[in-house]
Nanobody, 132 residues
């Protein structure tokens, strides 16, 4: 059974940091793209960052680039999202998600923000609130 379990969300002041963790089980990182989406009231669920374990490629959406860093520890089956310089606009529920590679390659690329409907598996989410 595939499971994605997020942790690390919470309340933080603007300018602060949080590190989210996603513990994965039931599939191999080598064959999947794995990453983070966030959902705030209104905009819907939008991809933030993703990672391809095969080659170490990472993608960050434009509005978090330079502030968020995704990484993975394959030995621990865990993906992290280090979030620095947090802003009130980062307030959302953050979801871990994964999708199998296709015959055309990995889905971790610059279209990640719009690929929510393509994900195979989702975690239940962890809330992040950034106060001003």
């Amino acid at each position: 059974e595939v499971q994605l379990v997020e942790s690390g969300g919470g309340l933080v002041q603007a300018g602060g940091s949080l590190r989210l963790s996603c513990l994965a089980s039931g599939f191999s990182f080598d064959d999947y793209a794995i990453g983070w989406f966030r959902e705030a009231p209104g905009p819907g669920r939008v991809g933030v960052s993703c990672i391809r374990s095969k080659d170490g490629y990472v993608y960050h959406a434009h509005d978090v680039r330079g502030r968020f860093t995704i990484s993975s520890d394959n030995a621990k089956n865990t993906v992290y999202l280090q979030m620095d310089s947090l802003e009130p606009a980062d307030t959302a529920v953050y979801y871990c998600a994964s999708v199998a590679d296709t015959i055309y390659g990995s889905l971790c690329h610059d279209r990640w923000p719009s690929l929510g409907n393509a994900m195979d598996y989702w975690g239940k989410g962890t809330p992040v609130t950034v106060s001003s």
